[in-house]
Structures are given as structure tokens and as C-alpha cells.
């Protein structure tokens, strides 16, 4: 098996279902490399999670509300992946891709006043 995330995010972006095999490597390996190749692996997850048959609408929308919350404060990351919830709307609303309504709270730090 591949340590290589950016061979991981190849594969994965070539096989999406290759996903279950290396999710738990590849989530590791983003979490310790962090930077460009971090963003494409997340991406790479959650397109894989819109086209291994069936769709599962929660995880899609779970995994795309955690990569936003991730990247919230970044807009240059924010401008990559604003497409793919896009993509998810489009396809939502063409039945391609069940909907699903993920509550999510802000996760934002409160400051005390």
C-alpha cells in the first residue's frame, strides 16, 4: 500500500472506489502533511464518497460541511472547494445525488464578552 499521499489522492481521483482501502492512511497522512496535496486528499474523499455507488447523501454532505469548516479561513482553499458544493447543489437538484439536510453547528470558538 501506498504511504505517498499525493499517490493516494492519484489513485483515489483514477478509483473511487479505492476510497475504503485507503481512507484511514490517507486521512492520517493529511493530517500530518497538511498543505495542497491535505486540500486535493479531501476533495479526492468526498467526490469518491458522490460516485461509489449508492451515494450515501449524509456522508457527502458531512464530509463536504467538514471540509469547509476546515478551511474556513482560508479563501484561497475556499475558492477550490466552493465548485464541489456546487457540483453537490447541481446534483441534488437534478436527482443525480439523493438530498439530505446536515445540521451543523458553528464551531467557531465563542469569545467571552
Known sequence: ??????????RIETDPAALA???????????????EVALRWR????RALMTV?????DAV???YGELVDRY?????????IKPLGDEIRRRES??????????RSDRRAKTQR
Open 21 to 35: 482501502a485507503h481512507r484511514e492512511t490517507g486521512d492520517q497522512l493529511a493530517l500530518e502533511q497538511g498543505g
Open 1 to 10: 500500500m501506498p504511504a505517498d499521499l499525493a499517490e493516494l489522492v492519484a
Open 94 to 103: 437534478d436527482g443525480s445525488l439523493p438530498s439530505t439536510l446536515v445540521v
Open 43 to 46: 476533495l479526492a474523499v468526498v
Open 72 to 80: 474556513r479561513d482560508d479563501p484561497k482553499s475556499l475558492a477550490v
Open 61 to 63: 454532505r458531512e464530509a
Open 53 to 57: 455507488p449508492p451515494p450515501d447523501p
